[in-house]
């Protein structure tokens, strides 16, 4: 069963630009979150979708989006780049039961993808 | 707010020693905890989860965790470190939608 998967995996952009991220989950999950992961602010959570509906957002100013399509795949996308959005992005899928949306409780993390904001 | 504290960024310990990481957290309800291994340029994998019951709990690669309410803490610990644990360790606490993530801890394992 494949992982994951997320594209880029790295990527420079500079300031004031906008970028995008992708992010499969593994075949049947249909929740996906994004968390952001730096060395000075550690692993925080941006937001999480379930059946193409964001269910929850963390603290993060209205630059950083995200999207999920029918089959389950996401998208974040950040606009007009600062120095301080250099970080991981990691994307989690997990399976949520069809009756109560409710996810099981495990994450399964992709690899990453590395932004560097110059 | 939810919070959880990994007081040690980094602890070393010699293979074949055992290893206990300390994780304390903050909530307003009935924890869902959780301990996840990172590896450099990886991703985290998750090693073990405590939802309800006994609350010793056992993951993979022989690591297990503990919880007590009473400390509010959730200790993750191994009897025999191996080279190949060297990695960060992070405990998480929240719902099911909703991660929150200590700082991390680094473990390096000495020959």
């Known amino acids: 069963k494949a992982g994951v998967t997320q594209t880029p995996r790295y990527l420079i952009k500079t300031r004031g630009q906008q970028v995008t991220l992708s992010c499969s989950p593994i075949?049947?999950?249909?929740?996906v979150s994004w968390y952001q992961q730096t060395p000075g602010q550690g692993l925080q959570f941006l937001f999480e979708?379930?059946?193409?509906?964001?269910?929850n957002k963390g603290n993060f100013p209205g630059r950083f989006s995200g999207r999920q399509f029918s089959n389950s795949r996401s998208e974040m996308n950040v606009s007009t780049l600062e120095l301080g959005d250099s970080a991981l992005y990691l994307c989690?899928?997990?399976?949520?039961?069809?009756?109560?949306?409710?996810?099981?409780?495990?994450?399964?993390f992709g690899e990453g993808s590395r932004l560097t904001v110059l | 707010a939810q919070s959880v504290t990994q007081p040690d960024i980094h602890i070393t310990v010699s293979e074949g020693a055992s290893l206990e990481l300390r994780c304390n957290y903050s909530?307003?309800?009935?924890?869902?905890l959780f301990w996840y291994v990172q590896s450099p340029g990886q991703g985290l994998q998750l090693l073990l989860k405590?939802?309800?019951?006994?609350?010793l709990v056992q993951g993979i690669k022989g690591f297990e965790a503990e919880f007590k309410r009473s400390q509010s803490s959730f200790n993750l610990r191994k009897p025999s470190v191996h080279w190949s644990d060297a990695a960060e360790y992070f405990c998480?606490?929240?719902?099911?939608?909703?991660?929150?993530f200590g700082t991390g801890t680094r473990l390096l394992v000495s020959p």
């Open positions: 075949s049947g999950h249909r929740s």
């Open positions: 979708y379930f059946s193409e509906t964001q269910r």
């Open positions: 909530y307003g309800a009935t924890p869902y």
């Open positions: 405590y939802f309800s019951g006994d609350t």
């Open positions: 998480a606490v929240g719902d099911f939608q909703k991660l929150v």
């Open positions: 989690a899928s997990s399976f949520s039961p069809r009756t109560s949306g409710r996810n099981t409780g495990e994450l399964f």
